[in-house]
C-alpha cells in the first residue's frame, strides 16, 4: 500500500483540480500578448502523437532544452525529468536508471530500450549508450517512465526515443559552432541543412576534445551524422540516416572515499599505469518508407544496421569487441469505426539479429617501462549470436468525448548460441538456448473532463534481457538457468493546464515489483555472473511544473521544477548467503529535486539558471556505505543578434557547479576491497568550470 505523504499528494491533486476547474473558460486579462505553452507532439511510434492525451508519463525534452548547458553533456539536462537518474563519470562511462530500474548495473546502462528514430541504440545484449550522438543533431528526447512493453519491447525501466534533427522550412542552411572552456574543453561543429519539396538533407560533423581534469582522462570523439527524406509525396516518404562515431577516452576509472575526499583527481593507480582507455569506430544506418494504403489505414517498414568495433586495454586484460547487428520494423497503424465508437490501433513486428565477437588477451603493461598497456597471450574467444523477435500491438477505444481506453500486447522471443573459440576444446561445442515466449500486456484508462485535465489509470506488464555477460557462468558457459526480469507496473497521473495554457503540471504515482531480480555476482576483476536472486519494490511520485509568463513587453520569463520523491527497496533478497531483504536499492537517490529559469529580452539577451538537488545514495547492497547528498548550481547568458540580412550570431558563457561542490558524478556499486585497500566507489564529478560558446547561422 501506499504510505501517508503518497495520499496527500493524491489529496492534493484533486484539491488543485477542483480550483482550476475553470481555467479552460478563463481569458486572458494580459495586457500583453499571452504566451501558452507549445502543444507537445511526441513520436510516431505512440498510438496517439498528442503528450495530453497520452496515458503515460513522458518527459520531453526539446531542442531547446537540451541545449541549455555547454551542448557537451547529456547528463545535466536528461537529470531535468523527474524519475530519471543518469550518472556519469568523464562523459565515458554512464548508467541511466528510471524509477530505480537498472541502478545496479555494474557498468553503463541496461533494462532501458532506446531508438533513434526507428532504429534501436540498444545492443543485443541489452547495452544502451545515448551519449554519442550530439546533442545538436538532436530534435527532441521522450523518456517513456514504466514498462510499456506493448510497443517498445524489452525495456523494463521504460524506452528513451530520441528524434533526429530535421529542417522545418524550405530553405537552405550552413551553421558554424565552437564551444570552448576549463579543462582542455573544445568542441567544434559544421553543418549544412537543406529541405526541398521532394527531398531534404541534414548534414553534420563535430570534433569533442577535453583534456579531462583527473589522472588518464582525455577524452577525443567525432562524428558525421547524415539524414533527411526522398521521393517524399503527399501520402509517402523514404527517410534514410546514418551516423559514424570515433571514440578514444582513457579512463582513470574509480577511487577510494580517502583519495575523494584529499586527491579526487587522481585516477584509479592501476589505470593510471596501464593508460587504460576505451577506443572504438561504430556506424549506425536505417532506412524507413512511410506510406498511406488508404485514408483510414498507413504502414511504417524500416531496417537497420547497427555496427561497432571496439579495443579497451584495462589492467587485467585487453579486450577486444565486434558487434554487428541488423534487423527490421514494420507497423500498421490506423482507424475504425464500431457502431458510433471510434478506434485506433498499432500493430507490427520486429526482428533484430545480434554478432557478438569478444577476445581477451593479457596486458603485459608492467613490463613495459612506464608506457602503459602492451598486449600478450590470448586469454579466451567468444562468439554469440542473439536474435529476437516482437509482435505487438495496441488499441485506443474513444467511449466518449471524455473517456477512453488503451489496451495492448507484445509477444517476445528470444534465443541465442555460443560458440568458446579459445581456448581450443572438444568439450566445448556450439551451445543453443532460447527463453520461454514473453508475453507483456498493458491497459490503461483515461478520462479527458475538458481540454487542459486528463487523469489516467494503467497497468503494465515488463521484462528486461539479461546483458551478455550475466548470461554465462564463470566457466564461459551459458546459464541455463538465468532468467529475464519481469514486474508489473501500477500508475495514476494527470496532466493539467493552469492560467490559459501558460503552466502545465504533470504529477505521476506508481508502484513496481520486480521479481527474478538479476544480480551480478563478482567472481573475478571485472568479472561478474548472473543469477536471478530475488525481488525489488519500487514506488513514488514525480511532480513536474513548466510555466511561460511574459512579465512585460520587454521579459519573458520561463521556468520549470520537477521532484522525484521514492522508496525503492530490496523486497526479498538473499545473495550468498547475506539477507538484505528489506534494505535500500543500491545505486539509486530516493529523492532528487530541479528548478530553473531563463529570462529573456526581446533584444537578444538572456539568462538562465538550473538547480539540481540529489539524496544521498546507497553504494551497496548492504546498506553499510552511502554517498552524500549534494546540490549543483548552474548559470548560462548569451546574446542573440543579426549580422546580416540571414546572418545570425550566437554568443553564450557559462558556469557550472558555481558552488565548487564536491560530488560523486557516478557511483561503483557494490566495489568490493581487495586485500587491506578501501573499496573504490567514487567517480569525482567535476569541479566549478566555465565554457563559452560562438555560433553563426546562416539561413539563405
Not at 584529499?262 to 576505451?278: D, L, M, R, Y
Not at 498507413?298 to 541488423?326: C, G, H, M, W
Not at 501500477?490 to 495554457?501: I, M, P
Not at 548550481?633 to 542573440?640: A, S, W
Request: glycine share 8%; with cysteine; charged share 20%.
Amino acid at each position: 500500500m501506499f504510505s501517508k505523504k503518497y495520499c496527500f499528494f493524491l489529496l492534493v491533486l484533486i484539491v488543485c483540480q477542483n480550483i482550476f476547474a475553470q481555467d479552460g473558460k478563463s481569458n486572458s486579462i494580459d495586457s500583453v500578448k499571452t504566451q501558452k505553452l507549445n502543444e507537445v507532439l511526441i513520436s510516431p511510434l505512440h498510438i496517439n502523437r498528442d503528450l495530453q492525451n497520452s496515458p503515460a508519463s513522458i518527459g520531453i525534452l526539446s531542442e531547446k532544452e537540451l541545449l541549455r548547458n555547454n551542448t557537451t553533456d547529456i547528463s545535466n539536462v536528461i537529470n531535468t525529468i523527474p524519475g530519471v537518474f543518469m550518472q556519469s563519470s568523464n562523459i565515458t562511462t554512464t548508467r541511466i536508471s528510471i524509477r530505480g530500474i537498472g541502478a545496479r548495473t555494474p557498468y553503463g546502462t541496461n533494462k532501458i530500450r532506446a531508438f533513434y528514430g526507428t532504429i534501436p541504440l540498444t545492443s543485443g545484449n541489452s547495452e544502451t549508450v545515448i551519449d554519442d550522438i550530439d546533442l545538436q543533431n538532436i530534435n527532441q528526447i521522450e523518456v517513456i517512465k514504466g514498462p510499456l512493453s506493448s510497443i517498445y519491447g524489452a525495456g523494463l525501466g521504460g524506452a528513451i526515443l530520441i528524434s533526429p534533427q530535421t529542417l522545418k522550412k524550405e530553405n537552405y542552411q550552413a551553421e558554424v559552432s565552437s564551444v570552448f572552456g576549463s579543462f582542455g574543453l573544445l568542441k567544434n561543429r559544421i553543418s549544412f541543412e537543406l529541405n526541398e519539396k521532394s527531398s531534404s538533407l541534414n548534414l553534420s560533423y563535430h570534433n569533442l576534445k577535453t583534456d579531462g581534469w583527473r589522472q588518464n582522462s582525455a577524452y577525443d570523439r567525432e562524428g558525421i551524422t547524415l539524414g533527411g527524406e526522398l521521393f517524399r509525396k503527399k501520402n509517402s516518404k523514404l527517410t534514410y540516416f546514418s551516423n559514424y562515431t570515433y571514440l578514444k577516452a582513457y579512463i582513470p576509472s574509480s577511487i577510494n572515499k580517502t583519495t575523494f575526499d584529499n586527491n579526487p583527481q587522481a585516477g584509479a593507480p592501476t589505470w593510471v599505469a596501464s593508460k587504460g582507455f576505451k577506443e572504438y569506430k561504430s556506424t549506425l544506418g536505417g532506412l524507413a518508407y512511410d506510406f498511406s494504403i488508404n485514408e483510414n489505414l498507413k504502414n511504417s517498414t524500416s531496417v537497420f544496421i547497427n555496427y561497432k568495433d571496439s579495443n579497451e586495454p584495462r589492467p587485467f586484460d585487453i579486450l577486444r569487441q565486434y558487434t554487428f547487428a541488423s534487423g527490421a520494423r514494420t507497423q500498421f497503424s490506423g482507424d475504425f469505426n464500431i457502431g458510433k465508437i471510434k478506434n485506433q490501433f498499432i500493430a507490427g513486428l520486429e526482428y533484430f539479429r545480434d554478432n557478438y565477437s569478444g577476445n581477451t588477451f593479457q596486458n603485459l603493461y608492467q613490463q613495459n617501462n612506464g608506457n602503459g598497456s602492451l598486449q600478450g597471450n590470448q586469454l579466451t574467444a567468444t562468439n554469440q549470436k542473439r536474435d529476437f523477435y516482437n509482435v505487438f500491438s495496441q488499441i485506443r477505444t474513444l467511449l466518449s468525448e471524455h473517456f477512453e481506453i488503451q489496451a495492448g500486447l507484445n509477444y517476445n522471443k528470444t534465443k541465442f548460441e555460443l560458440q568458446n573459440d579459445f581456448p581450443a576444446s572438444a568439450n566445448n561445442p556450439t551451445e543453443h538456448y532460447s527463453y520461454d515466449g514473453i508475453f507483456s500486456p498493458q491497459l490503461s484508462f483515461l478520462f479527458k473532463p475538458n481540454e487542459i485535465q486528463t487523469f489516467y489509470f494503467s497497468i503494465s506488464r515488463g521484462f528486461s534481457l539479461p546483458a551478455t555477460e550475466e548470461t554465462l557462468t564463470s566457466t564461459g558457459n551459458i546459464n541455463q538457468n538465468i532468467k529475464p526480469e519481469t514486474g508489473y507496473n501500477f500508475e495514476l497521473g494527470t496532466k493539467l493546464h493552469f492560467f490559459n495554457k501558460k503552466l502545465y503540471t504533470e504529477i505521476a504515482v506508481y508502484r513496481m515489483e520486480i521479481k527474478d531480480l538479476l544480480v551480478a555476482k563478482r567472481i573475478g576483476d571485472d568479472q561478474y555472473e548472473g543469477v536471478n536472486a530475488g525481488k525489488t519494490f519500487h514506488e513514488g511520485i514525480e511532480i513536474s511544473l513548466h510555466h511561460n509568463w511574459p512579465i512585460n513587453r520587454i521579459f519573458t520569463l520561463n521556468s520549470y521544477a520537477g521532484t522525484s520523491i521514492g522508496n525503492y527497496e530490496f523486497k526479498e533478497f538473499v545473495d550468498n548467503g547475506n539477507d538484505f531483504s528489506g534494505n535500500k536499492l543500491t545505486g539509486v537517490p530516493a529523492n532528487t529535486a530541479n528548478a530553473g529559469f531563463i529570462l529573456n529580452m526581446n533584444s537578444g539577451f538572456y539568462f538562465s539558471a538550473d538547480f539540481q538537488f540529489t539524496d544521498k545514495i546507497p553504494m551497496n547492497d548492504s546498506n553499510a556505505n552511502f554517498s552524500d547528498s549534494y546540490s549543483l548550481l548552474n548559470l548560462k547568458t548569451g546574446y542573440q543578434f543579426e549580422i546580416l540580412s540571414g546572418l545570425k550570431a550566437h554568443l553564450d558563457a557559462g558556469i557550472n557547479n558555481v558552488t565548487n561542490e564536491k560530488y560523486a558524478s557516478m557511483i561503483l556499486t557494490n566495489a568490493t576491497a581487495v586485500g587491506n585497500a578501501q573499496p573504490r566507489f567514487y567517480y569525482p564529478g567535476l569541479p566549478i568550470n566555465y565554457y563559452g560558446i560562438i555560433s553563426l547561422n546562416y539561413l539563405f
